[in-house]
Structures are given as C-alpha cells and as structure tokens.
C-alpha cells in the first residue's frame, strides 16, 4: 500500500510537469511564433523538437510508471486472493484442529476413567486374592487337621483291632485250654 501511495505521488507529480511543460511548450510556442519573424525558422524549429522531445521522455517515463502501477495492483489483487484462500485454509485447519483437540480431550479423560476403574478393580482383585489365600489356608488347615484327626482314628481303630484280635486270640487260646483242660 505504501508503495502504491508512493507511486500515486509520483504519477500525480509527473502529470503536473506533463501539463505544466504542455502549458510552457504552448507558451513558448507563443512567444516562439511571436519571435519566428524576428529570428530564423531553423532555430525555432530546434526548440520545438527540444521541447517536443522532452515532453515524449516524460511521456515515455509516465507510461512505464502506469504499465509498472498496473502489474503492482495485479499482483495486489493476485496477493489478496492468495491471502483469501489462505485464511480460508487456515480457518479450516484451525477449525479441524479445535475439533480433533476436543476428541482428544475426551479420550483423554475416558482413558483416565478408565485407569482409575482398573486401579479400582485392580484392588479389588488383591482383596480378593487376598481373602481367597487366607481361605485358602485356612481351608489346608482344616483339611489336614481332619487328615491328622482322621489319621488318628485309623491308628485307634487299628489299635482297637489289633487288640481285639489279639484279645479274640487270646480268649480261643483261653477256650482251647478251658476245652483242654488246662493243659500247656
């Protein structure tokens, strides 16, 4: 914008010496007509095309300026449309990026529930661990209390056979002797 701020008060300079050398080259003309019949027509006619040849230099120059004012408004034009598209893509960027922030916020927070649930079940599970491997022993301890306590009454019952055969032996010894008579 400066630059075509600058170049507007460059051209707008130049068209004023455009009209202000028009306006001398009419007044020379002027005087020149005037001065043509006292002087000669050669020296009259060097002036002109002087005068002429500057006014096609500055003409010359004002057009490159206009030619080089309109490729810079082109590339303008071509920049504010290349800004637009940008800002268009950006915005959808920006808009996809807000969108995949907030999904990602929630499986944020749905996988810190779900940590919190599993440390939760977590301890639960070694609660249970816990109490399963104190019923556990528990359990083995009754169960070889019962083995101890099942294991001594087959050795009472043992015992009590054994005696009682040993007393039924001895009590046929005793018969056969009755029935014998006593006799060893």
Do not use: P
């Not at 529930?113 to 440390?119: I, K």
């Not at 249970?128 to 070889?144: A, C, K, S, W």
Request: hydrophobic letters at 35%; proline letters at 0%.
């Amino acid at each position: 914008d400066a630059l075509i701020k600058e170049r507007k008060a460059l051209i707008a300079d130049l068209v004023k010496q455009v009209v202000q050398l028009e306006k001398k080259i009419v007044k020379q003309r002027d005087t020149t007509w005037r001065m043509l019949e006292a002087k000669s027509h050669k020296h009259l006619q060097k002036k002109i095309e002087v005068l002429e040849m500057n006014l096609n230099h500055i003409t010359v120059r004002y057009n490159t300026i206009m030619t080089r004012n309109n490729k810079l408004r082109e590339e303008t034009v071509s920049m504010q449309i290349q800004k637009a598209i940008y800002d268009n893509s950006y915005w959808k960027l920006e808009k996809s990026l807000v969108q995949q922030n907030k999904l990602l916020d929630a499986a944020i927070e749905q996988a810190t529930e779900d940590y919190e649930q599993w440390m939760e079940d977590l301890g639960r599970i070694s609660d249970i661990r816990d109490v399963r491997y104190r019923e556990t022993i528990q359990y083995n301890i009754r169960v070889l209390e019962r083995k101890c306590a099942l294991h001594q009454e087959t050795r009472l019952k043992n015992f009590f056979l054994s005696k009682c055969a040993d007393l039924s032996g001895l009590k046929e010894r005793a018969k056969q002797r009755e029935g014998t008579g006593g006799e060893f």
